[in-house]
């Protein structure tokens, strides 16, 4: 279980936090989408949640805290995160080692260095690739792929960690529908499995999909935080900047014109 207590962040050399009093538990096997307008927090949000920041960037927590398992990790080291919070950010290209030849080797890089044998390791690596439908690609050079490509390479390698924790900056910015069905479904098994994750992303028919909870960032404070479901049927997000699920959006088009969305769509 991983708790953010009424954390608020400034980043380094601004006196103003981004952040602000922000609450969040992320229970076992539970998966916590976050919404919001661009600028409002979401990936400031999974920095602090992994510890990057301000533990990597910089900056600091101006009030609250984060919790892992019930150990608080004020001025943890690093390595004391890395193998309890795995992080996805939107940009595969600077996520990729750049140090491996292929992309088994990319996967395979992250099990590795968690000390586990080399059937561990290549069990974990094939199972990885295979979960996101990319087992073709395993000798491609990582630098070659396309940024869809890269971002399931960067997703698989996460996967193969196993990691207890999860967070995701829009981890399906750059794939087709094809590939976020496969990420969806990915992260759906591994939340099966007992990992808890946090997923900042716009596409809302993935969060109302995939997500237990949802919380809504406006300008760095929780707007809203529930379950997705309800959360996500709330015509007071779209104000904040964020696409309500075709679902939603559907059914307020025929009540619109008088039909009974009930009726219809059965
Ligand atoms: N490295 C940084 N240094 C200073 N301010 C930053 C930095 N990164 C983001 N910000 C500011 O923090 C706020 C939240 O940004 P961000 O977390 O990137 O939002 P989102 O992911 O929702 O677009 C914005 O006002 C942004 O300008
Ligand atoms: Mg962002």
Redesign the pocket.
């Known amino acids: 279980m991983l708790v953010l207590s009424g954390v608020s962040y400034r980043?380094a050399g601004?006196a103003r936090p981004?952040l602000h009093d922000i609450d969040l538990r992320l229970a076992d096997g539970e998966i916590v989408g976050v919404v919001?307008?661009?600028?409002?927090?979401?990936?400031?949000?999974c920095l602090v949640a992994s510890g990057l920041a301000p533990g990597s960037?910089g900056g600091a927590l101006t009030g609250g805290g984060l919790s892992i398992d019930g150990e608080a990790m004020a001025d943890k080291p690093l390595h004391e995160f890395s193998t309890r919070v795995g992080i996805g950010f939107q940009n595969p290209a600077t996520q990729l080692s750049g140090v491996t030849g292929s992309v088994f080797e990319e996967v395979a890089l992250g099990p590795m260095n968690l000390g586990l044998t080399q059937p561990e390791t290549v069990e974990r690596t094939k199972a990885a690739l295979a979960t996101l439908g990319i087992d073709e690609l395993w000798d491609r050079e990582p630098r070659r792929l396309s940024g869809g490509q890269g971002q399931l390479v960067v997703i698989a390698s996460l996967l193969a960690m196993r990691p207890p924790h999860l967070v995701l900056d829009e981890p399906t910015a750059q794939l087709d529908p094809e590939g976020t069905r496969l990420v969806g479904e990915a992260l759906r098994k591994l939340a099966a499995s007992g990992t808890a994750m946090l997923i900042?992303e716009h596409k809302t028919d993935l969060l109302d999909d995939l997500c237990h909870r949802v919380i809504a960032?406006d300008d760095?404070r929780i707007a809203f935080d529930g379950p997705a479901g309800t959360v996500l049927e709330d015509e007071r997000l779209v104000a904040l900047g964020v696409d309500l699920p075709s679902r939603v959006r559907v059914a307020s088009a025929l009540v619109s014109r008088g039909l009974d969305p009930a009726a219809v769509l059965a």
Do not use: P
Not at 36 to 45: I, M, R
């Open positions: 980043y601004y981004v919001g307008a661009n600028e409002s927090g979401k990936s400031t949000l960037i900042a960032l760095g």
